[in-house]
C-alpha cells in the first residue's frame, strides 16, 4: 500500500529586525513609501506542507512518495529528504523558477512583513497524478498547493480508484464551492482545524453532520485543546502533551498528519492514530522550523509510552 503527498515545497526565509517597523513608516506619505529595513540574522528553513508531512512519515519508517513541483534550488532540499527516507523521485523540477519561498522579516513586537513567491508550486497544476504510478487503493494526501492542482486530484483520485485524503489547509478560500464539496464527498479522510472546518461549512453550504458522514474518518486539531477524531462509529478527544516545550508552533499540524497517518496505514485504533499524530506534534513544537525534529522509532516508542497506554499496539512497528 503507497500514501502518496502532493502538497507544497518550499522554503522559508526568516529574517529579524532589530527594531520596530511602526518607527520607519509615515502614515501621512504611505502613497509613496519606499523602505529597506537591514536585519541581523536571517535563516532558511525547509518546508511546504507535502515536504513537512513526508519528513515526518519518513522518520517513522514509512516510504512516503513526495508528488510534486519545485525549482531549480531543490537538489540540495531533495537529497536531505532523501537521506531521512522519502522518495523524491515524483519531483518535477523546474530549470527556470526556483522553489515556492515564503519571505518574512519580523521586528523586536513581533510585527512582519511578508511576501510569498508561488514559484514552481504553480506548475504542480501539469503533473497528473497518472505519473505517481500508482494502484487502485493507494493513499493520496492532497495537501494546500496550487488551487488547479488540488481540484484536479480530487477528480483524479476517484477516476484512478484511489483513497483520498482531503486536507485543504490555507487553500479553503482559494479554490472555488463545487470543488471543496468534491473534496469532502470524495474523500477517504479529513484533515481541517477548528477554524477551516468552519470555513468548509461556509464555502460549501454543507452542515457539520453531511461533511461528518461521508469520510471513513475526519480529524478536527484543536490547537491547544488537541484533536478531534470522528468516525461513523466512534467520536474521540485526543489531548495535547501538556509538557512538551512549545519553541515554534509552525509545522505542527503537518507532524500531527504524518504521525495519524503512519498508525493509520497500519490498521491501528483511531485513538491510537490520534495519540500517534499527537506525539509527532510534540516532537515538532519543540524545535524551530518544520522539518528540525529527529527521533527514532524506538525513542518515538519510548515517548509515546510515557503519556499514553498503546495496549501493545505498538509492538509490531519497527
Same mark, same amino acid.
Not at 536571517?42 to 518546508?47: F, H, K, L, P, S
Not at 477517504?188 to 454543507?206: A, I, R, W
Not at 497517518?261 to 490520534?274: D, E, H, I, T, V
Given at each position: 500500500?503507497?500514501?502518496?503527498?502532493t502538497?507544497?515545497?518550499?522554503?522559508d526565509?526568516l529574517m529579524?529586525?532589530?527594531g520596530?517597523?511602526k518607527?520607519?513608516?509615515l502614515p501621512?506619505?504611505?502613497?509613496?513609501i519606499?523602505?529597506?529595513f537591514?536585519?541581523?540574522d536571517?535563516?532558511?528553513?525547509?518546508?511546504g506542507?507535502g515536504?513537512?508531512?513526508?519528513y515526518?512519515?519518513?522518520?517513522?519508517g514509512?516510504?512516503?512518495?513526495?508528488?510534486?513541483?519545485?525549482?531549480?534550488?531543490f537538489?540540495?532540499y531533495?537529497?536531505?529528504?532523501?537521506?531521512v527516507?522519502?522518495?523524491v523521485s515524483g519531483?518535477?523540477?523546474?530549470?527556470?523558477k526556483?522553489?515556492?519561498?515564503?519571505?518574512?522579516?519580523t521586528d523586536?513586537?513581533n510585527a512582519q512583513?511578508?511576501?510569498?513567491?508561488?514559484? =514552481?508550486?504553480a506548475?504542480a &497544476?501539469d503533473?497528473?497524478?497518472s505519473e505517481a504510478h !500508482?494502484?487502485p487503493g493507494?493513499?493520496? #494526501?492532497?495537501?494546500p498547493s496550487d488551487p488547479?492542482?488540488?481540484?484536479?486530484y480530487?477528480?483524479?483520485?476517484?477516476?484512478l480508484?484511489?483513497?483520498?485524503?482531503?486536507?485543504?489547509?490555507?487553500?479553503i478560500?482559494?479554490?472555488?464551492?463545487e470543488a471543496?464539496?468534491?473534496?469532502?464527498?470524495?474523500?477517504?479522510?479529513?484533515f481541517?482545524?477548528?477554524y477551516?472546518?468552519?470555513?468548509?461549512?461556509?464555502?460549501?453550504?454543507?452542515?457539520?453532520?453531511e461533511?461528518l458522514?461521508?469520510?471513513?474518518?475526519?480529524v478536527?486539531?484543536?490547537?491547544?485543546?488537541?484533536?478531534r477524531?470522528h468516525t461513523c462509529?466512534?467520536?474521540?478527544?485526543v489531548?495535547?502533551?501538556?509538557?512538551?516545550?512549545?519553541?515554534?508552533?509552525?509545522?505542527?499540524g503537518?507532524?500531527?498528519r =504524518?504521525?495519524?497517518?503512519? &498508525?493509520y496505514l497500519?490498521g491501528?485504533s483511531?485513538? !491510537?492514530?490520534?495519540?500517534m499524530?499527537? #506525539?509527532?506534534?510534540a516532537y515538532?513544537?519543540a524545535c524551530n522550523?518544520t522539518?528540525n525534529?529527529k527521533?527514532?522509532l524506538?525513542?518515538?516508542k519510548s515517548y509515546?509510552r510515557r503519556?499514553?497506554?498503546?495496549?501493545g499496539?505498538?509492538?509490531?512497528?519497527?
Amino acid at each position: 500500500m503507497k500514501i502518496v503527498l502532493t502538497g507544497s515545497i518550499a522554503f522559508d526565509y526568516l529574517m529579524r529586525f532589530p527594531g520596530y517597523f511602526k518607527d520607519h513608516i509615515l502614515p501621512e506619505h504611505l502613497e509613496k513609501i519606499s523602505l529597506s529595513f537591514l536585519v541581523e540574522d536571517m535563516v532558511r528553513q525547509y518546508g511546504g506542507v507535502g515536504a513537512n508531512i513526508a519528513y515526518t512519515l519518513a522518520l517513522l519508517g514509512e516510504k512516503p512518495l513526495l508528488f510534486s513541483t519545485a525549482g531549480q534550488d531543490f537538489p540540495e532540499y531533495g537529497r536531505r529528504l532523501e537521506q531521512v527516507g522519502v522518495d523524491v523521485s515524483g519531483v518535477r523540477v523546474s530549470d527556470t523558477k526556483f522553489t515556492a519561498s515564503f519571505f518574512v522579516n519580523t521586528d523586536l513586537s513581533n510585527a512582519q512583513i511578508a511576501s510569498f513567491y508561488t514559484g =514552481a508550486m504553480a506548475d504542480a &497544476a501539469d503533473l497528473p497524478l497518472s505519473e505517481a504510478h !500508482l494502484q487502485p487503493g493507494d493513499y493520496v #494526501v492532497n495537501s494546500p498547493s496550487d488551487p488547479r492542482a488540488m481540484a484536479r486530484y480530487i477528480d483524479e483520485a476517484r477516476q484512478l480508484g484511489l483513497r483520498s485524503i482531503f486536507d485543504p489547509g490555507q487553500q479553503i478560500i482559494r479554490m472555488d464551492s463545487e470543488a471543496l464539496r468534491k473534496g469532502i464527498l470524495n474523500a477517504h479522510g479529513l484533515f481541517v482545524n477548528e477554524y477551516e472546518f468552519e470555513l468548509l461549512q461556509k464555502h460549501t453550504g454543507l452542515s457539520t453532520e453531511e461533511i461528518l458522514c461521508h469520510p471513513e474518518f475526519t480529524v478536527i486539531t484543536l490547537g491547544k485543546d488537541g484533536a478531534r477524531v470522528h468516525t461513523c462509529r466512534e467520536d474521540l478527544h485526543v489531548p495535547i502533551i501538556d509538557e512538551a516545550p512549545i519553541v515554534d508552533p509552525t509545522g505542527v499540524g503537518d507532524a500531527f498528519r =504524518a504521525g495519524f497517518l503512519f &498508525a493509520y496505514l497500519r490498521g491501528k485504533s483511531m485513538r !491510537l492514530c490520534g495519540e500517534m499524530g499527537t #506525539v509527532a506534534a510534540a516532537y515538532c513544537i519543540a524545535c524551530n522550523g518544520t522539518q528540525n525534529h529527529k527521533f527514532t522509532l524506538a525513542e518515538f516508542k519510548s515517548y509515546f509510552r510515557r503519556h499514553f497506554d498503546d495496549q501493545g499496539q505498538l509492538d509490531d512497528l519497527n
